[in-house]
């Protein structure tokens, strides 16, 4: 590659770069700062919702954390996009099927980590207070194995 291609493909990297930073402004927040809110409906009442970043509702990322009472159970269900779930605090057990096997489930403490694949069947749940964070792509859907679970439905 000649020198003045190279040059010109450094500078449309550089200023490309460069636009992108200047659209997307730095947010940062303590852990005593977080915001937290109820969660949406379409989640088992009681747990607690906090938007760190992005838009759940909206096409594109977001970072969103989940604080959930102890004995809190999210019955199998799936999403359209894939999830990356942090367990901040607590005990997360989760697991893949049609249904929530407690006896089937993986368990992660503080620290842990899942990559959960797009429409693939899971389920999650705590014995202690738990807070984990999620980072996924909106708009966020969640689909129930057995319609009947959708807490949507009944609230």
């Not at 005593?32 to 759940?56: C, R, S």
């Amino acid at each position: 590659m000649d020198a003045i291609r190279l040059l010109a493909i450094s500078i449309l990297l550089t200023s490309s770069t460069s636009a992108l930073a200047q659209d997307h402004k730095a947010h940062a927040t303590t852990a005593e700062n977080v915001q937290w809110g109820p969660a949406p409906p379409v989640l088992p009442k009681g747990t607690q919702m906090a938007v760190l970043a992005g838009d759940p509702g909206k096409p594109g990322p977001f970072t969103a954390r989940l604080k959930m009472p102890a004995g809190y159970k999210i019955p199998a269900h799936q999403h359209p996009t894939a999830e990356a779930v942090t367990v901040i605090s607590g005990d997360f057990r989760f697991g893949m099927g049609d249904k929530l096997e407690e006896g089937k489930a993986e368990k992660l403490g503080p620290g842990g980590f899942v990559d959960l694949p797009a429409n693939m069947n899971h389920f999650a749940f705590g014995s202690a207070e738990t807070v984990v964070q999620i980072n996924s792509e909106g708009p966020f859907a969640i689909k129930y194995v057995n319609p009947a679970d959708d807490p949507s439905k009944t609230q």
